[in-house]
C-alpha cells in the first residue's frame, strides 16, 4: 500500500464535463499539494492545504477547484477544461510547513486528457 | 526568485558506468534540497534530501548527492549504474525558514537512459 494513493489513475473528459480527482494519504500528514505536470514543462504547484486550510493558490485558473474536508484527503473539482489542461496530476503530502516542513511524498498522478 | 537548473536534460550511459546528475539552485536563505526519481506513467519517489549537516547524503537505490554553498550545487552520484536506473530525475529546493508553505521548486528534469 502506498502512502499516497490517488484515484483515478487515467481521466478522459470531455470540455463541458464535471470531473473530480481524491487523493487520500495515509501517512499522518498535516500538509497536502496539488502539482501539475505537463509534458516539456517542470512540475508546477497549484494548491496548498495545511490543517485543512488552503495556504497557498500559485494563480490556478477558477475551471480548478480544490477541496480539503481533512488532512487526510484532497480533492481537485474540474469544470469546463481545456485540451491543455491535460497533464499529470500529482498529489503530495507532507508533515507540515513553515520550519517543520519535512520531505514530500508523492502519489503515482491521474492522467488527465481533455478531449 | 527562487529556482532549479538540471542543465541537462537527456544523459546516457552504459551499465556498469559512473553517473552524475547536475543540479543548480538559485536560492538566498536556508535551502532543503531533494532528489526525486520519475519511472515512466509514475508518481515521484523521493531518492535522497539534504536540511543540514554532513554535505554528502545518502540515499536509497545506492545513490549519493553533495551539497556545495560555494557552488549552489545539489549533484547527484551513483558508481555503478543498473539498467533499472532508466528514469526521469528531478532536482527540487524547499525553503527551510518559517515562512514557507512547504512549495517544492523543481527543475526541468534529466531523463537518464542506460545503454547494456
Known amino acids: 500500500e502506498t502512502g499516497v494513493t490517488q484515484t483515478p489513475r487515467h481521466l478522459v473528459m470531455g470540455m463541458t464535463n464535471k470531473k473530480s480527482l481524491k487523493c487520500e494519504q495515509h501517512?499522518?500528514?498535516?500538509?497536502m499539494y496539488w502539482y501539475k505536470q505537463s509534458a516539456k514543462k517542470p512540475l508546477e504547484l497549484m494548491f496548498v492545504?495545511?490543517?485543512?486550510?488552503q495556504t497557498e493558490n500559485n494563480s490556478v485558473p477558477s475551471r480548478f477547484s480544490p477541496e480539503c474536508p481533512n488532512s487526510s484527503h484532497l480533492f481537485l473539482h474540474l469544470h469546463t477544461l481545456q485540451p491543455e489542461d491535460s497533464a499529470l496530476y500529482l498529489c503530495?503530502?507532507?508533515w507540515g510547513t513553515g520550519e517543520i516542513s519535512t520531505e514530500a511524498f508523492f502519489g503515482q498522478g491521474t492522467r488527465l486528457t481533455v478531449v | 526568485a527562487q529556482s532549479v537548473t538540471q542543465p541537462d536534460i537527456h544523459i546516457t550511459v552504459s551499465e556498469g558506468a559512473s553517473l552524475e546528475l547536475r543540479c543548480n539552485y538559485s536560492y538566498g536563505a536556508t535551502p532543503y534540497l531533494f532528489w526525486y526519481v520519475q519511472s515512466p506513467g509514475q508518481g515521484l519517489q523521493l531518492l535522497l534530501k539534504?536540511?543540514?549537516?554532513?554535505?554528502l547524503v545518502q540515499g536509497i537505490k545506492g545513490f549519493e548527492a553533495e551539497f556545495k554553498r560555494s557552488q549552489s550545487s545539489f549533484n547527484l552520484r551513483k558508481p555503478s549504474v543498473h539498467w533499472s536506473d532508466a528514469a526521469e530525475y528531478f532536482c527540487a529546493v524547499k525553503d527551510g525558514g518559517s515562512g514557507n508553505t512547504g512549495k517544492l521548486i523543481f527543475g526541468q528534469g534529466t531523463t537518464l537512459q542506460v545503454k547494456p
Open positions: 492545504y495545511n490543517f485543512k486550510e
Open positions: 539534504y536540511f543540514s549537516g554532513d554535505t
Open positions: 501517512l499522518g500528514h498535516n500538509a
Open positions: 503530495a503530502s507532507s
